[in-house]
C-alpha cells in the first residue's frame, strides 16, 4: 500500500499525467453525455443542409456532413468507438502479452527459444492479410477489429515482458521461491507478474495509440466500422473527399485524433518517470 501510496503522490505530481489524464477523460465524458444532451443524433440526414458549415443553428457546432447528418455527434460516436475498441484491444494483448512473456522468460531453454519463434512467425505475417482472412471467416463483425488488433499488438508486450522476466527470475526472492519449492505458475503469478506492473502500465498507454492509429488506419481503407457506425478514421477519410469545400469535416476529426494520440503519448511518458521504468534488456 505505501508502495501504491508513493506512485500516485508522484503520478499527482507529474504534469503530463495529470493533464493528459484530465484531458483524455474529459473528452470521453463529452463522447459520452453530449448525445444525452444534443437534439440531434448520429443518423438522422437532411439532404437539404448538406455540408452545411458549423454553426450555432440546431446545435449543429461541427457542421453537418454530405448526408446532412449533425457531424457532432458523429465526432462524439467515432470518440466511443475509437476508444472501446483501442482499449479493449489493449486489454486483449495485454493478457495475453504478459502470460505468454512471462512463461517464456521464466522458463527459458528451448521452450523460450521455440515460443520467440512463434512470436517471430506472427511478426512475418502481413497485418492487412491477415485482416482479410477475418473478413472472410468472421464477415465484417465488429468484434473483428478488437481481434485482429488485439491479434498484432500482444506480440510487442510479450517482447518486452519476456526481457523484464529474464531479470527478475535471476532475483534473490525468486531463487528463495524456488528453493523453497514453490510450483513455476505460483512464481510466476505472485512473484514475477507483480513485479511487471510498472512497465506493463506504461506499455499498454503507448499501446492504446498504437491500436487507435491500427483501428483508423483500417477504417480510413474502409475494413473497419460499416455505416451507420463510424469511428475518427472513418471521419476523417469522408473528410478528405470533401476538404476543398467543407475542411471542417476533416479539421475536426482529424484533431480530436490527433489530440487523444498526443495525450495517451505524454500519458506514458508521464508514467514511465512515475514508475521510473528503464529499457527491457
Given at each position: 500500500m505505501r508502495r501504491a501510496a508513493g506512485f500516485m503522490l508522484r503520478a499527482r505530481r507529474n504534469r503530463n499525467v495529470v493533464v493528459s489524464f484530465?484531458?483524455?477523460l474529459a473528452t470521453a465524458v463529452c463522447a459520452i453525455v453530449l448525445p444525452w444532451?444534443?437534439?440531434?443524433?448520429?443518423s438522422t440526414t437532411s439532404f437539404q443542409r448538406v455540408l452545411e458549415a458549423p454553426g450555432w443553428a440546431g446545435m449543429h457546432w461541427f457542421g453537418l456532413d454530405e448526408l446532412g447528418r449533425d457531424q457532432l455527434m458523429r465526432t462524439m460516436l467515432g470518440i466511443k468507438v475509437t476508444l472501446t475498441v483501442a482499449v479493449v484491444a489493449s486489454l486483449v494483448s495485454l493478457v495475453i502479452g504478459v502470460l505468454y512473456g512471462a512463461v517464456a522468460g521464466y522458463v527459458g531453454g528451448r521452450v523460450d527459444a521455440f515460443m520467440m519463434r512463434i512470436v517471430d512467425s506472427l511478426y512475418a505475417m502481413p497485418f492487412i492479410f491477415f485482416v482479410i482472412l477475418l473478413m472472410v471467416v468472421f464477415e465484417r463483425n465488429f468484434l473483428l477489429?478488437?481481434?485482429?488488433?488485439?491479434?498484432?499488438?500482444?506480440?510487442?508486450?510479450?517482447?518486452?515482458?519476456?526481457?523484464?522476466?529474464?531479470s527478475l527470475r535471476e532475483r534473490e526472492f525468486v531463487q528463495a521461491a524456488r528453493l523453497n519449492g514453490v510450483s513455476t505458475p505460483r512464481?510466476?503469478?505472485?512473484?514475477?507478474?507483480?513485479?511487471?506492473?510498472?512497465?506493463?502500465?506504461?506499455?499498454?498507454?503507448?499501446?492504446?495509440?498504437?491500436?487507435?492509429?491500427?483501428?483508423?488506419?483500417l477504417s480510413f481503407l474502409g475494413l473497419g466500422v460499416q455505416e451507420p457506425q463510424t469511428s475518427l478514421g472513418a471521419l476523417v477519410n469522408t473528410g478528405v473527399g470533401h476538404m476543398e469545400r467543407a475542411p471542417w469535416m476533416l479539421l475536426i476529426p482529424g484533431g480530436v485524433l490527433a489530440l487523444i494520440l498526443l495525450c495517451c503519448n505524454f500519458l506514458g511518458d508521464g508514467l514511465r518517470d512515475v514508475f521510473d521504468v528503464r529499457q527491457a534488456p
Open positions: 484530465v484531458l483524455l444532451l444534443s437534439p440531434n443524433d448520429y477489429i478488437f481481434v485482429a488488433i488485439g491479434a498484432i499488438n500482444w506480440l510487442d508486450m510479450a517482447r518486452i515482458v519476456r526481457g523484464q522476466t529474464l512464481i510466476v503469478l505472485r512473484h514475477i507478474a507483480p513485479n511487471l506492473i510498472g512497465i506493463v502500465i506504461v506499455y499498454v498507454t503507448l499501446t492504446i495509440p498504437q491500436a487507435i492509429l491500427v483501428e483508423s488506419f
